[in-house]
């Protein structure tokens, strides 16, 4: 490795690494602190890690003269599958299913119509050419799974609602990047029914290669006990990315390949899952801390002044029009009620992937690529200013909250191999019906016990009377034959209270609960 000042070139010291070191751990420091000041504010980080990344720039404070679009594409690439990992390793199955057809429209049909109409309006209403402006609306067309996921799920919101535009958003990546990749070629324009075609073909090789990564790596990881737990996180998030790339490398859909895997196995009931998606969490926040601030230096502040404008007709189309006319088409069939339809079409967020899309033509060397770029990045930034804060108060005045649900328990399974059993890990969070229920009352099969309570950070070993709260930590053992059943009923009582057996949410709901 050598580094580059002035136009020559000198051997990298460990002088060098050492101050390259406290600059990278000084604004990891900042984007952490930024992310508290973006919950309290409601800002999505996006924006502050994009400031960041401006202020160490060439026209800020920096002067780090970057220009290197092919590295950005690269870097933002495998950011974008760790971004995708982590969410569907978030995602519930109980809450996609039911969401999975309407996301499949709008991640197909719902792209088609967004690039249609925002093409037309930035061919018509800014003047730019036709390849240009369809580059422009199929870049935009792409919700961004790092700002729906790290936005929306602050915000109590009916799981339909979130399971569909999380879906989407996992899903519509690989149509976009079709479109983007042949909208940037040199050369006439296939015609649209080879799109179709590829398109087809590339998702459903993507999803058969996920689905089938994601099963067996979630069977592996059930079947062979690894010496150490924290090596659990890390084959799952190896597995998930060698989906990605098996995905890749098979010409189909990476990044829906990804998805789908990390889908199945966060669904799966792996051991030491709490600390899995802990992990996956920490990689997810890096990935896009270093998205956009690397995406902030590629952008030439000074270079933006012409192209607000068109940016901002550009994005009023896609906003008002586009985006609207998308999810009205396509969830027509679902007959899914207007406020929903009304909350789904303002919260079609943009983030740093049509950015990162936005450097394909600038790779190909389309011609007015930069401007092409400088447009994306200015309608990214003030359109997520604007929808990111106000989806609150625009899912309040739609009344679309959802209301007093019960928060479901963590459960950390550890595998005791010897013993033929299992450890549970029980955490008791903020609004679970388990707060008051007494240890003989959650009626655990037999073959099971609670053995230790951790409270205020004080441990102790439970009577049968002992009454659990909120915030207490169990530690329950359970012997293989009934690991299942044991969960199933606590998670039953976390949702139903002393009362679950009677309520319908007992051992046997619990158990197709989680079966789902």
């Known amino acids: 490795m050598r580094a580059v000042r002035q136009g020559r070139e000198r051997p990298l010291t460990v002088h060098h690494l050492n101050q390259l070191l406290l600059v990278c751990s000084l604004v990891l420091l900042i984007a952490v602190a930024a992310v508290r000041i973006s919950s309290r504010s409601g800002l999505p980080s996006l924006l502050v890690y994009l400031a960041i990344g401006i202020a160490m720039g060439q026209d800020g404070i920096g002067d ?21 990992a982590e969410g569907g390793l978030g995602t519930k199955w109980k809450e996609a299913k039911p969401a999975l057809p309407a996301a499949s429209a709008l991640a197909l049909a719902g792209v088609a119509v967004s690039v249609g109409v925002t093409a037309t309006g930035a061919h018509y209403l800014t003047g730019l050419e036709w390849r240009q402006a369809l580059i422009i609306g199929a870049v935009v067309s792409s919700t961004d799974a790092a700002a729906v996921f790290s936005v929306l799920r602050r915000i109590p919101l009916p799981k339909r609602i979130t399971g569909t535009l999380e879906a989407e958003s996992g899903f519509n990546d690989a149509p976009v990047v079709i479109l983007v990749v042949a909208f940037s070629t040199a050369g006439p324009i296939a015609h649209w029914y080879v799109l179709l075609g590829e398109i087809a073909l590339e998702l459903a090789i993507g999803a058969a290669i996920g689905l089938a990564v994601g099963w067996l790596g979630a069977w592996g990881l059930k079947h062979v006990a690894l010496p150490a737990s924290g090596l659990y996180p890390i084959a799952v998030m190896s597995i998930a990315i060698a989906a990605y790339a098996a995905g890749a490398m098979a010409h189909g859909s990476g990044f829906l390949a990804v998805y789908l895997a990390s889908m199945v196995m966060g669904n799966a009931r792996l051991p030491h899952w709490p600390a899995t998606r802990g992990f996956a969490d920490g990689l997810g926040w890096l990935a896009q801390i270093g998205m956009f601030v690397l995406l902030g230096l590629l952008v030439t502040p000074h270079e933006l002044g012409d192209d607000i404008l068109p940016a901002l007709v550009i ?72 929808q990111g804060p106000t989806l609150p108060w625009l899912a309040r005045k739609l009344r679309l909250g959802k209301g007093d649900e019960a928060a479901d328990l963590g459960i950390e399974s550890a595998p005791l191999e010897r013993l033929r059993g299992h450890l549970l890990s029980v955490t008791i969070p903020e609004g679970s019906r388990m707060h008051g229920v007494e240890v003989n009352e959650l009626r655990l099969p037999t ?70």
């Open 64 to 84: 780090i003269k970057f220009d290197n679009a092919e590295l950005v594409q690269v870097i933002g690439y495998g950011a974008l599958v760790v971004i995708l």
């Open 315 to 386: 994005g009023l189309v896609l906003t008002m029009v586009a985006r609207p006319l998308s999810v009205v088409l396509c969830l027509v069939p679902f007959r899914v009620p207007w406020q929903e339809q009304a909350l789904m079409s303002w919260a079609g967020l943009r983030g740093a992937v049509p950015i990162i899309l936005a450097t394909i033509p600038m790779v190909q060397g389309v011609a007015g690529s930069h401007r092409i770029f400088n447009i994306v990045f200015v309608l990214v930034v003030v359109y997520t200013l604007v």
């Open 447 to 516: 073959g099971a016990a609670v053995t230790l309570v951790v409270r205020d950070g004080t441990s102790f070993v439970p009577l049968p009377t002992t009454g659990l709260r909120r915030g207490d930590e169990l530690l329950v053992v359970a012997t293989d034959p009934v690991r299942d059943a044991a969960e199933a009923r606590l998670r039953a009582v976390g949702h139903g209270g002393k009362l679950a057996g009677w309520l319908g949410t007992g051992q046997a709901e619990g158990a197709r609960r989680n079966r789902r």
